[in-house]
């Protein structure tokens, strides 16, 4: 199904909907789990986003489920069209997002198979599209507490009921994004450990 950004009736909206949504990165291309599946196209006034948005439920709940970098991993993180996937997926009533990421620790407290879910973030990228603003519309963002602590501590909890016996839940750390797709200089990943950033990506 393809649906334009701009104009989506009633009796679309009711079809083309979701609560959550599921950004999926390295390693991360599909849900199994997701029933009553379909996929959409969305157009937007930022470009095409980088996949097809997949629709289903889980355990009752509406999710769609977005892979950050297409399939097949065609997109370097450079190439990610950010804009139209988060436009899209607010397009779709999406109110919630979960964006997955396998990344590199900077600690040695967070070990290979660990979760860390981040409070803070850091952003160096360089030249990526990180705004909606601009062109004309002026505004100014608080950006002081980035990421959501109510779906941080569902996923903690989450985490914790399901028991996993292979590494660790981290509920806070900074994450601290680079422009890729090159791994981090030994100098450099120094300088983040200074900033007291926990993982990199």
């Known amino acids: 199904m393809t649906i334009s950004s701009v104009e989506k009736s009633a009796a679309v909206s009711a079809l083309v909907s979701a609560d959550i949504a599921i950004i999926g990165g390295s390693g991360l291309y599909q849900m ?48 990610v069209p950010y ?35 981040p409070d803070q973030m850091i952003d160096m990228t360089k030249y990526r599209n990180s705004s909606f603003f601009g062109e004309g519309a002026v505004a100014h963002v608080a950006m002081a507490d980035p990421l ?7 996923l903690t ?14 509920a806070k750390a900074t994450y601290i994004c680079i422009e890729g797709p090159q791994f981090s200089t030994r100098a450099e990943s120094h300088w983040y450990r200074q900033m007291n950033t926990g993982t990199a990506k």
Do not use: W
């Not at 470009?47 to 977005?66: H, M």
């Not at 109110?95 to 660990?114: C, H, N, T, W």
């Not at 959501?148 to 569902?154: E, Q």
């Open 32 to 79: 199994q789990d997701l029933t009553n599946k379909h996929s959409v196209s969305i157009s937007t006034p930022y470009g095409t986003p980088s996949d097809d948005i997949v629709l289903g439920e889980l355990n009752g709940v509406k999710v769609a489920f977005l892979t950050r970098h297409g399939q097949g991993h065609k997109l370097t993180p450079s190439e």
């Open 83 to 117: 804009r139209a996937n988060i436009y899209a997926l607010k397009n779709l009533g999406v109110r919630y997002v979960i964006s997955v990421s396998a990344v590199g620790s900077l600690r040695e407290a967070l070990k290979p198979l660990d979760m860390v879910i």
């Open 148 to 154: 959501c602590p109510k779906v941080a501590d569902i």
């Open 157 to 170: 909890r989450a985490y914790t009921q399901a028991q996993i016996a292979e590494g660790q839940c981290h």
